[in-house]
């Protein structure tokens, strides 16, 4: 068997001396199978977050959502789902037979999360299946606590596009945000395997992306990553494909903000960025490209966030 981790990934592991003792681990923790915990996990969830790729290979980071159970695993090696992702949201375009994708499991008030890549193996006018590429947990770090329940107010308004100068709305719910999911793809560099998709998740104190202008005159947003799992599975993905896809929920009114961005990775800290990022290890520079801003397009409300432990301190 080969290894889990593609050469993006294995780099950036070398890379901080972490390369052997992620392979021994990774051999362990990332399953070609659901272990049963996993398969509850996205059983009870009124949210599935995924990520896809377009045509041009741009991913983008989405969501789902619907009655608790409209998420089934049939065996250890499937997921159907019981939706599809709306005619306005740009991730659909991605959901095809034979497509890869990236889904994410999170149930933010116990702050459980489990990932799920793979590819779609078919796709219906009520709902599509994923086949089981790989299936690892992650730990609770820097997830925020909040509960969703229904939301009653405005159904969807239209969608509207979004430039490389991103409008009002978007830079006020940026600003607030204290999370953000991200999709990221990897490249087929060094591997015989098809490129496949990852959607992760990422917190931080409110306003932890810091937006500023890019030297083109768009925007730009400075993102901190902090100490994880040491697998790299976003920035593995980015040092071989800058594209990128950023998701924002406004947790209250349910407005939904997609982008495409172009990533890069910053290692090399200064003090000024230490000072403005504490305890981030890494900054990722992503300039935004376009998007869509979609007003209501969540039928949930989320409560107020209990912040992760790492930011309370």
């Not at 925020?144 to 939301?151: D, E, K, M």
């Not at 490209?289 to 912040?307: F, K």
Request: charged content about 20%; proline content about 10%; aromatic content about 6%.
């Amino acid at each position: 068997m080969g290894s889990p981790f593609h050469a993006g990934e294995q780099a950036l592991q070398a890379r901080l001396g972490v390369r052997e003792r992620l392979e021994e681990v990774g051999g362990r923790v990332i399953r070609d199978h659901m272990p049963d915990q996993h398969r509850e996990l996205f059983e009870k969830l009124p949210t599935l977050w995924l990520a896809t790729q377009d045509d041009a290979g741009q991913p983008w980071a989405s969501v789902v959502t619907g009655t608790p159970g409209f998420v089934r695993s049939p065996d250890v090696r499937h997921l159907d789902v019981a939706t599809l992702p709306d005619p306005a949201d740009p991730a659909r375009e991605g959901l095809r037979p034979g497509a890869a994708i990236g889904l994410l499991g999170l149930e933010p008030h116990t702050r459980r999360r489990n990932r799920m890549n793979g590819p779609v193996v078919a796709v219906g006018p009520e709902g599509w299946r994923v086949a089981v590429a790989q299936s690892f947990g992650n730990c609770p770090k820097y997830i925020q606590a909040r509960q969703p329940s229904p939301r009653m107010g405005p159904g969807p308004g239209e969608a509207t596009p979004e430039g490389p100068a991103l409008s009002a709305a978007a830079r006020q719910l940026v600003a607030a945000s204290d999370t953000l999911f991200i999709a990221s793809r990897s490249s087929t560099r060094g591997s015989v395997a098809p490129a496949g998709l990852d959607l992760s998740h990422r917190g931080g104190r409110p306003g932890f992306a810091r937006l500023s202008q890019a030297p083109d005159g768009g925007d730009l947003l400075t993102l901190p990553d902090y100490v994880g799992n040491f697998m790299f599975n976003t920035l593995g993905n980015l040092l071989d494909w800058p594209q990128a896809g950023l998701l924002f929920i406004d947790w209250q009114q349910g407005h939904v903000l997609q982008l495409a961005v172009s990533a890069r990775i910053e290692f090399d800290l200064t003090p000024a960025d230490q000072a403005e990022h504490p305890g981030a290890l890494r900054l990722l520079q992503l300039q935004v490209l376009r998007g869509w801003w979609r007003p209501h397009a969540l039928p949930l409300t989320w409560t107020a966030a209990a912040l992760a432990p790492q930011f309370t301190a």
